[in-house]
């Protein structure tokens, strides 16, 4: 319907998997358990909604030969599934050892990790939209 699906979805992992580390570093502080519970949580919540963003992502990337003639949309995809590799790795480590355990000291590092890996793959999928207008409309549309 001329929306973009992909652009909309991609705050909710975003915010999931960046929570989690924010709940990861709360458990630091406090050593409540309920904020490593809440973490493995996120981190779920952010596998199951970074893979349906990704469905869509793969589709605009599959569909449009110009994307995949950017390096930008490369890195950005590439990163994002190893940010979405990483987080899987992250939540099974906390479900088979406990929540509380699995966060030091390999679940907050993979979460920092994951963090920072956002960050740039966020800026690449920036990239894509204001430098090279994929997902924008130019023109008015009637």
Excluded: C
């Excluded at 809440?38 to 952010?46: D, H, Q, R």
């Amino acid at each position: 319907a001329g929306h973009p699906i992909h652009p909309m979805l991609i705050p909710f992992p975003v915010v999931f998997l960046v929570t989690a580390f924010v709940t990861d570093l709360v458990f630091w502080s406090t050593g409540y358990a309920i904020w490593a519970t809440a973490s493995i949580w996120l981190l779920g919540a952010g596998i199951i909604m970074a893979l349906v963003a990704a469905l869509f992502g793969f589709t605009y990337f599959i569909g449009d030969a110009r994307i995949r003639d950017i390096s930008d949309a490369w890195q950005h995809l590439i990163g994002n599934l190893i940010v979405v590799v990483l987080a899987l790795i992250n939540w099974y480590i906390r479900y088979k050892s406990g929540a509380a355990a699995g966060v030091f000291p390999w679940g907050f590092w993979i979460s920092l990790i994951t963090v920072l890996l956002l960050l740039f793959n966020g800026w690449k999928g920036w990239e894509m939209v204001y430098r090279y207008h994929f997902g924008v409309a130019d023109t008015a549309q009637k």
